[in-house]
């Protein structure tokens, strides 16, 4: 069994605190780290809500809303560009900066619909407040970064790209000639 996350975030019914509404509307998020893990937990929810409507002898209706928003797949990193990504970082930051451990995140990105289509990686950058106790998540209102570790993160984006592509540039087959190199 791979680990699975259901949050139900919205529930809606009626208009009074005394009276059984005609209908409620549940609303929230699933995640999973692998696509067959996700469509077995999608297809469970929807077992799970019309039979327990059922038992209580009511009818459920289960819209994803899959066309208003397209599910986000996992984001899952490339294990090759994890690799490179510490090297670079802990050449930097040191060692002693650097999280080299990929562990796995239930967040949900857009970025994995790149990585459904070429390799990617998907990091985080440390910007919270050190003089904050109590860091807020990242969808808090009230969350305030370190803008002093903006630029740390932008130099290390630059690195990445830079010695990737010094690394690779024998791999691109064809394209002498072709680009005017502006650098």
């Given at each position: 069994?791979?680990?699975q996350v259901v949050t139900i975030a919205k529930f809606e019914g009626g208009s009074a605190f005394n009276v059984i509404p005609d209908y409620v509307t549940i609303g929230g998020t699933f995640?999973?780290?692998?696509?067959q893990s996700f469509n077995q937990l999608r297809q469970r929810i929807e077992q799970v809500i019309i039979g327990q409507a059922a038992v209580q002898r009511c009818n459920a209706t289960v819209d994803f809303l899959e066309e208003w928003e397209p599910f986000n797949p996992p984001t899952v990193n490339?294990?090759?560009?994890h690799e490179h990504f510490v090297n670079v970082a802990v050449n930097m930051f040191g060692i002693d900066k650097v999280n080299s451990v990929m562990t796995p995140s239930m967040g949900a990105e857009d970025f994995s619909f790149y990585q459904e289509v070429i390799?990617?990686?998907f990091f985080f950058l440390g910007v919270k407040n050190?003089?904050?106790k109590q860091a807020e998540s990242f969808h808090s209102p009230y969350l305030k970064i370190n803008e002093d570790g903006l630029p740390y993160g932008a130099a290390l984006h630059a690195s990445l790209a830079a010695s990737y592509l010094l690394k690779h540039e024998h791999d691109v087959p064809g394209v002498e000639g072709k680009y005017h190199d502006e650098l």
């Amino acid at each position: 069994m791979f680990p699975q996350v259901v949050t139900i975030a919205k529930f809606e019914g009626g208009s009074a605190f005394n009276v059984i509404p005609d209908y409620v509307t549940i609303g929230g998020t699933f995640r999973a780290f692998s696509k067959q893990s996700f469509n077995q937990l999608r297809q469970r929810i929807e077992q799970v809500i019309i039979g327990q409507a059922a038992v209580q002898r009511c009818n459920a209706t289960v819209d994803f809303l899959e066309e208003w928003e397209p599910f986000n797949p996992p984001t899952v990193n490339n294990g090759e560009l994890h690799e490179h990504f510490v090297n670079v970082a802990v050449n930097m930051f040191g060692i002693d900066k650097v999280n080299s451990v990929m562990t796995p995140s239930m967040g949900a990105e857009d970025f994995s619909f790149y990585q459904e289509v070429i390799p990617g990686y998907f990091f985080f950058l440390g910007v919270k407040n050190a003089s904050d106790k109590q860091a807020e998540s990242f969808h808090s209102p009230y969350l305030k970064i370190n803008e002093d570790g903006l630029p740390y993160g932008a130099a290390l984006h630059a690195s990445l790209a830079a010695s990737y592509l010094l690394k690779h540039e024998h791999d691109v087959p064809g394209v002498e000639g072709k680009y005017h190199d502006e650098l």
